[in-house]
């Protein structure tokens, strides 16, 4: 290096950093630059321009976990370079892995839950997909023992979160999907049924409809089924999708059946990074023994080193997570997840009654008979001068992201908001909002948006 630019090196290193020549010029959006630049200033722009996302604890919109202990961190940290898949390379973090399955299998009472088979996915998504994938399979094996054409999968579900849909495009299986109707948000046993023919893999229970947050019965929908086999000898499966309601009803309402207890059910899924209380990353599907998962979708592979079986979408995928789950449950135990998902409840039950009494407001969901959250629509009758998708823009501007959305088919008019109380959520922080909301009810009361008739209909208005 020539002498004379040793200054200038000397003086760049001890410049302030956003005075230093590489940050106070634009950084590149379109193109790889073509050198290097300071890892210390590199961080500064990256860490900068993620300030500019919402505050994800703030987000009451989201069923994922926004909030971690310092302890889950660390072993995220120390896992950072464990590829998932590798189980011969890291032959310890799959044995965790195995361990969740079993601690699964138990706490959904499978028959032998030492011996079930099941894996972690990436999220409920994936973990649906494989779920649905094997009711698919085993029906087709089924019609082609019978000499029945296999053409013409179908598959019965409620209100679905958008998975669903992707699964029966991706896997060419008709969806039939039962609309709401009236005050019926949910599935129903004589809905079900009525949508059952020789051609359906399976029926999809959601514990914890997305769109409500209310449980669908699975119990009835199962003893319905058993009726239905009687009458017909239609044996149709159940695959319970448990994203959320699978880490929280085993802890809340063990008594209430919904689980592998249900001969019918042969199959859940449940998100990790929801109420499971993991970082994001991590889903389970379990089934309820050995013989529903068929063979033909388990894949041997050898050239990580040893044979191991795999059974999932992704290939490499980070291992922190899956041990972060297995930490929560040695950490909290059954009573640990009960006190916090029953603290959630309270103060969804406590948000609930609060903003009940407003009295502008009808409560959708209350807390009660689904997951902690609670919901509300504006009563048809009041004009507030705003409609929801006005309040979730203001309400924005204390930093709060509650979603406005309206129902899905057949119950498009209605619009409401939705608040997941998740870890994290303290009394003090729902307090907090609803000062914020009692704040934005009269900023409108003042000045009342144009369109703002307060009934439904204007449900469509884009704002901005
Ligand atoms: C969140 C959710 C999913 C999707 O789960 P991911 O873990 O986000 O992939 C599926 N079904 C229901 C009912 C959900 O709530």
């Known amino acids: 290096m020539p002498l004379h630019y040793k200054s200038t090196v000397e003086g760049n290193l001890l410049d302030d950093i956003y005075a230093s020549t590489d940050l106070s010029v634009s950084l590149p959006k379109y193109k790889i630059p073509k050198n290097e630049q300071s890892p210390r200033h590199v961080y500064q722009v990256v860490h900068d321009e993620l300030m500019l996302d919402g505050n994800s604890r703030q987000n009451l919109a989201t069923f994922c976990q926004t909030w971690m202990e310092p302890e889950i961190r660390q072993l995220m940290d120390e896992c950072i370079d464990k590829n998932m898949i590798d189980k011969d390379e890291y032959p310890q973090s799959a044995e965790i892995e195995s361990r969740c399955v079993h601690m699964l299998a138990d706490l959904w009472n499978a028959p032998q839950a030492t011996k079930t ?30 000499g029945k054409p296999a053409d013409k999968p179908n598959l019965i579900c409620g209100p679905v979160q958008v998975c669903w849909h992707k699964f029966a495009r991706y896997w060419d299986v008709e969806l039939r999907e039962i609309p709401m109707e009236g005050d019926r948000l949910i599935m129903t046993p004589e809905e079900v049924v009525k949508r059952c023919d020789e051609n359906t893999i399976g029926v999809v229970p959601t514990l914890g409809v997305t769109f409500t947050c209310q449980y669908e019965p699975v119990q009835a929908v199962s003893d ?241």
């Not at 990436?122 to 023992?145: C, D, I, Y």
């Not at 086999?229 to 059946?257: C, N």
């Not at 999932?312 to 009960?338: C, D, H, K, T, W």
């Open 224 to 464: 319905a089924l058993d009726q239905l086999q009687k009458e017909t000898g239609l044996d149709i499966p159940i695959h319970v999708d448990g994203a959320s309601g699978g880490f929280i009803a085993p802890f809340i309402e063990p008594e209430l059946l919904w689980d592998f207890r249900l001969p019918r059910v042969q199959s859940i899924n449940a998100s990790g990074h929801k109420f499971g209380l993991a970082p994001l990353g991590v889903g389970w599907v379990v089934w309820r023994s050995e013989e529903y998962l068929p063979q033909d979708l388990i894949f041997e592979v050898n050239y990580l080193g040893g044979n191991m079986p795999t059974f999932a979408l992704n290939f490499s995928r980070p291992g922190g997570q899956i041990v972060a789950q297995y930490y929560n449950f040695l950490r909290l135990g059954i009573e640990g997840y009960r006190k916090i998902h029953q603290s959630c409840y309270d103060t969804a039950r406590y948000l609930a009654d609060q903003i009940e009494k407003i009295g502008i407001f009808d409560i959708i969901y209350n807390g009660r008979g689904g997951i902690p959250a609670m919901s509300f629509c504006l009563k048809p009758e009041v004009s507030p001068g705003f409609n929801l998708f006005d309040l979730s823009d203001r309400i924005r501007s204390r930093g709060w992201q509650i979603a406005a959305y309206a129902m899905p088919a057949e119950r498009e008019d209605l619009v409401i908001m939705r608040i997941l109380v998740r870890h994290g959520v303290s009394r003090d922080l729902a307090d907090l909002l609803l000062d914020d909301l009692q704040r934005c009810i009269a900023y409108f009361a003042k000045n009342p948006m144009q369109h703002g008739s307060g009934s439904e209909e204007s449900s469509g208005f884009s704002h901005g």
């Open 117 to 146: 088979l099941g894996c972690s996915t990436t999220g409920s998504s994936e973990a649906a997909m494989l779920g649905g994938m094997a009711m698919k399979w085993r029906w087709r094996e089924k019609m082609e023992e019978l």
